[in-house]
């Protein structure tokens, strides 16, 4: 046996390919349905004298370890070669998460395969050098594909158009100034907030509007809380069986879900079950409802819904915010109402899906029977859970969670996407845009991966102009950043570069979901001044035209759709990769560095956007902070 003290002096060339009984190639894919069968082809350099090679499975869940001997397949001067055929079902795989890695006998010791780059794996002398992610989900787990080929658009109701007549509580106040009225805003960041200013947004004024939402290729319409409630944003649901009056009640959903339909758009509700408002019909606190919340008797039928800790004062509340007490969703009784009562109602209505407010903190069972009653409703139906990390892998409350293996999600809010896009976008770092998405190709079910909640900005986070302009907000009060407004530089730097971000986003795997107004140039701080009213009559015609233009190439190509993705570049400030369907295959190519950039076709080509043909061998410029789509001629 060698002895080395550099474990850098280790022969370090390892290739991996995996094949799929169901899905073909699958080199850069680690998740794969219960009854698929993989082979593993592993070569290792042949200086490393490797005599035998297994594959050690660890299950997540038990921390057991399988190990499966590979069978050497001879090779040549350069390498040794191995392989294993595995079926999942025979090696007594449960739909589950799991480890991988290689163990190898050498002629410099036991040695293992290191797989801290997806795709890339290297060789290790460590035991505990980082494994490879593995998901196995169930058979027949499906989501629908409806959702995939087009563009979402996400609307906070109160502030995206006025229509019909508002009937403003007596608590609320309505601001008359649609243009300039400042949002309500806490004095100091983190003080309580009312939030009961209203501008008066309506599902009445989002039905006028279907027509232009359309024209930006959206096939799905995901509505902020629309449910009765107090406040302007409605996170704080009073009556889950009720549209807000304010927003135009039940009648308004049934036209908004109607004139939808007529444009080939689906509508999706967004579902805040982990915590009720106190002023609700079920806590209850302030005594506006029916006597027979939580907080009116410890014999109400709504009482096991909360925790509480000193009756009827104190209370389990999320993120200590005593507004909104936390339900305990793994309550059998709350269960059963929001998976019969609650997904019959709107299910029958005719929505298209739902959208979980803080996923990460509703609990297993729930997900599961919510799954099980929107399903039986509407199997095309889409259920989407906000959770900001991988959810692959994401542990939440000390459990690790178990979002795709078939039982509960159909896809999530995919933020680490919209942080490698700013990281890319602003930063110039392609490459960390390129480790993300390899990553989340690699540990999604495709099936996930294809409806993608993939957005630049939301609700939650400052409005991607801002970020994108290299302003960031910090230092200011809040009472200075309520009229704070980018100068021309700082706005002309932040389209350009949005512009930019966008045509990778319309490119990349999962669907593109606009936050209302993006589109239209709209500026925000952090909350609430990202929910402004939208600038009816003064949008950015050209950005505007931009998103358009993009919406339809979207809607319109399949390798955008569902299509592999390849990168064949990526660095500081560029990337370069493609979409590929056996129908279409597509070249994207960003740059938002300071210096134009080159690279020569292989093929024939067109551009996607204007049809301009271009020539084997031609070099194509990407100029500084611009972009390319290219059609490749079958």
Same mark, same amino acid.
């Given at each position: 046996?060698?002895?080395?003290?550099?474990?850098?002096?280790?022969?370090?060339?390892?290739?991996?390919?995996?094949?799929?009984?169901?899905?073909?190639?699958?080199?850069?894919?680690?998740?794969?349905?219960?009854?698929?069968?993989?082979?593993?082809?592993?070569?290792?350099?042949?200086?490393?004298?490797?005599?035998?090679?297994?594959?050690?499975?660890?299950?997540?869940?038990?921390?057991?370890?399988?190990?499966?001997?590979?069978?050497?397949?001879?090779?040549?001067?350069?390498?040794?070669?191995?392989?294993?055929?595995?079926?999942?079902?025979?090696?007594?795989?449960?739909?589950?998460?799991?480890?991988?890695?290689?163990?190898?006998?050498?002629?410099?010791?036991?040695?293992?395969?290191?797989?801290?780059?997806?795709?890339?794996?290297?060789?290790?002398?460590?035991?505990?050098?980082?494994?490879?992610?593995?998901?196995?989900?169930?058979?027949?787990?499906?989501?629908?594909?409806?959702?995939?080929?087009?563009?979402?658009?996400?609307?906070?109701?109160?502030?995206?158009?006025?229509?019909?007549?508002?009937?403003?509580?007596?608590?609320?106040?309505?601001?008359?100034?649609?243009?300039?009225?400042?949002?309500?805003?806490?004095?100091?960041?983190?003080?309580?907030?009312?939030?009961?200013?209203?501008?008066?947004?309506?599902?009445?004024?989002?039905?006028?509007?279907?027509?232009?939402?359309?024209?930006?290729?959206?096939?799905?319409?995901?509505?902020?809380?629309?449910?009765?409630?107090?406040?302007?944003?409605?996170?704080?649901?009073?009556?889950?069986?009720?549209?807000?009056?304010?927003?135009?009640?039940?009648?308004?959903?049934?036209?908004?879900?109607?004139?939808?339909?007529?444009?080939?758009?689906?509508?999706?509700?967004?579902?805040?079950?982990?915590?009720?408002?106190?002023?609700?019909?079920?806590?209850?606190?302030?005594?506006?409802?029916?006597?027979?919340?939580?907080?009116?008797?410890?014999?109400?039928?709504?009482?096991?819904?909360?925790?509480?800790?000193?009756?009827?004062?104190?209370?389990?509340?999320?993120?200590?915010?005593?507004?909104?007490?936390?339900?305990?969703?793994?309550?059998?009784?709350?269960?059963?109402?929001?998976?019969?009562?609650?997904?019959?109602?709107?299910?029958?209505?005719?929505?298209?899906?739902?959208?979980?407010?803080?996923?990460?903190?509703?609990?297993?069972?729930?997900?599961?029977?919510?799954?099980?009653? %929107?399903?039986? @409703?509407?199997? #095309?139906?889409?259920?989407?859970? =906000?959770? *900001?990390? &991988?959810?692959? /892998?994401?542990?939440? !409350?000390?459990?690790?969670?178990?979002?795709?293996?078939?039982?509960?999600?159909?896809?999530?809010?995919?933020?680490?996407?919209?942080?490698?896009?700013?990281?890319?976008?602003?930063?110039?770092?392609?490459?960390?845009?390129?480790?993300?998405?390899?990553?989340?190709?690699?540990?999604?079910?495709?099936?996930?991966?294809?409806?993608?909640?993939?957005?630049?900005?939301?609700?939650?986070?400052?409005?991607?102009?801002?970020?994108?302009?290299?302003?960031?907000?910090?230092?200011?009060?809040?009472?200075?950043?309520?009229?704070?407004?980018?100068?021309?530089?700082?706005?002309?730097?932040?389209?350009?570069?949005?512009?930019?971000?966008?045509?990778?986003?319309?490119?990349?795997?999962? %669907?593109?979901? @606009?936050?209302? #107004?993006?589109?239209?140039?709209? =500026?925000? *701080?952090? &909350?609430?001044? /990202?929910?402004?009213? !939208?600038?009816?009559?003064?949008?950015?015609?050209?950005?505007?035209?931009?998103?358009?233009?993009?919406?339809?190439?979207?809607?319109?190509?399949?390798?955008?759709?569902?299509?592999?993705?390849?990168?064949?570049?990526?660095?500081?400030?560029?990337?370069?990769?493609?979409?590929?369907?056996?129908?279409?295959?597509?070249?994207?190519?960003?740059?938002?560095?300071?210096?134009?950039?080159?690279?020569?076709?292989?093929?024939?080509?067109?551009?996607?956007?204007?049809?301009?043909?271009?020539?084997?061998?031609?070099?194509?410029?990407?100029?500084?902070?611009?972009?390319?789509?290219?059609?490749?001629?079958?």
């Amino acid at each position: 046996m060698r002895t080395f003290a550099d474990p850098s002096a280790i022969p370090n060339a390892v290739r991996l390919q995996r094949s799929s009984a169901r899905r073909g190639a699958a080199e850069h894919l680690g998740a794969f349905p219960h009854d698929d069968t993989i082979t593993f082809r592993l070569s290792l350099d042949r200086a490393l004298g490797c005599r035998a090679a297994a594959l050690c499975l660890t299950d997540d869940d038990s921390s057991l370890t399988h190990n499966f001997p590979l069978t050497a397949q001879g090779g040549d001067c350069r390498w040794d070669c191995f392989s294993l055929t595995l079926r999942l079902s025979d090696a007594s795989m449960r739909d589950g998460l799991f480890w991988s890695r290689f163990a190898l006998d050498t002629d410099y010791g036991r040695l293992y395969t290191d797989h801290s780059r997806i795709g890339a794996p290297s060789i290790s002398a460590s035991p505990d050098a980082p494994a490879e992610q593995i998901t196995v989900y169930a058979s027949d787990y499906d989501t629908p594909a409806w959702i995939t080929g087009g563009v979402m658009y996400h609307i906070f109701v109160d502030r995206f158009c006025p229509g019909g007549e508002v009937v403003c509580k007596d608590y609320a106040t309505l601001e008359p100034d649609w243009t300039n009225g400042i949002p309500e805003f806490a004095e100091v960041r983190g003080d309580r907030l009312e939030n009961t200013t209203f501008f008066g947004g309506t599902l009445w004024g989002i039905a006028e509007k279907m027509e232009e939402i359309a024209a930006l290729g959206v096939k799905s319409l995901y509505l902020s809380p629309i449910f009765t409630a107090r406040s302007n944003h409605k996170y704080d649901t009073g009556d889950y069986l009720q549209v807000d009056p304010m927003f135009g009640g039940d009648a308004a959903l049934q036209a908004v879900i109607a004139r939808a339909s007529t444009c080939g758009i689906r509508v999706i509700l967004d579902g805040v079950f982990n915590h009720t408002g106190d002023d609700s019909r079920y806590f209850n606190r302030y005594g506006h409802y029916p006597p027979d919340g939580a907080c009116d008797s410890p014999d109400s039928p709504y009482f096991p819904w909360y925790t509480f800790s000193a009756y009827p004062s104190k209370y389990r509340c999320w993120w200590d915010i005593d507004i909104l007490p936390a339900v305990r969703s793994d309550n059998a009784a709350y269960r059963s109402f929001i998976c019969g009562e609650v997904v019959r109602k709107w299910g029958e209505m005719g929505i298209g899906g739902w959208r979980l407010d803080v996923a990460d903190e509703l609990a297993p069972v729930f997900l599961e029977d919510f799954r099980s009653a %929107v399903k039986r @409703i509407d199997p #095309g139906a889409v259920i989407y859970g =906000e959770v *900001w990390e &991988d959810a692959s /892998n994401k542990v939440a !409350y000390g459990e690790r969670r178990r979002y795709f293996r078939g039982h509960q999600l159909d896809a999530v809010m995919n933020y680490p996407l919209r942080e490698a896009m700013i990281a890319f976008i602003r930063d110039g770092d392609g490459a960390c845009l390129r480790e993300t998405v390899e990553t989340l190709v690699h540990n999604y079910p495709p099936q996930t991966l294809r409806m993608l909640m993939n957005s630049l900005g939301t609700h939650d986070t400052e409005r991607i102009l801002n970020i994108l302009s290299g302003h960031s907000g910090e230092g200011h009060s809040n009472r200075e950043l309520s009229t704070l407004r980018l100068t021309p530089e700082e706005r002309a730097l932040g389209i350009a570069r949005l512009r930019c971000a966008y045509a990778a986003m319309i490119c990349l795997p999962g %669907v593109p979901c @606009i936050y209302y #107004g993006d589109e239209a140039g709209m =500026e925000g *701080w952090r &909350d609430p001044f /990202n929910r402004l009213p !939208y600038p009816w009559g003064r949008e950015d015609k050209a950005l505007l035209g931009h998103y358009r233009r993009l919406g339809g190439l979207r809607a319109s190509s399949p390798a955008l759709a569902e299509g592999e993705i390849t990168f064949l570049a990526a660095g500081e400030g560029h990337v370069l990769f493609t979409r590929s369907a056996p129908e279409e295959r597509l070249i994207c190519a960003v740059n938002v560095g300071e210096k134009s950039r080159r690279f020569t076709l292989e093929t024939a080509v067109r551009d996607a956007l204007d049809d301009t043909p271009f020539c084997p061998g031609e070099q194509i410029a990407v100029k500084s902070l611009s972009w390319k789509i290219l059609r490749v001629e079958q």
